[in-house]
């Protein structure tokens, strides 16, 4: 089977209050590719102290990430990553869905 060639996609994990959340986790639940089921989860990525993190996932694909708005809260969302090398999550997240 062929590799997928990746994009890495940054951002910064913030809460209600608009601050950072040091070393929260992103969770990469599902990633879909033409409708088809190609990476299943969930794939959990860390940020640094900072709240930064990258998550790699295949170029041109949907994916499902439940990310974190609070201590105690977490958000799913469904977003189309580019077929490009790098992208920033704030980009996608405004063509992004509930699933």
């Known amino acids: 089977m062929p590799s997928l060639e990746t994009c890495t996609i940054s ?3 913030y809460d209600n209050a608009g601050q950072p959340i040091p070393n929260a986790r992103v969770t990469v639940l599902q990633t879909f590719k033409a409708g088809v089921l190609i990476m299943g989860g969930p794939k959990v990525y860390q940020a ?4 930064e993190v990258e998550l790699i996932v295949p170029r041109g694909s949907s994916a499902i990430l439940r990310l974190p708005i609070s201590d105690t809260q977490r958000d799913t969302i469904k977003v189309q ?3 490009a090398a790098t992208a920033a999550l704030e980009e996608l997240v405004s063509a992004a869905s509930v699933p």
């Open 11 to 13: 951002t910064i994990v």
């Open 48 to 51: 640094n102290d900072d709240g």
């Open 81 to 83: 990553i580019p077929d």
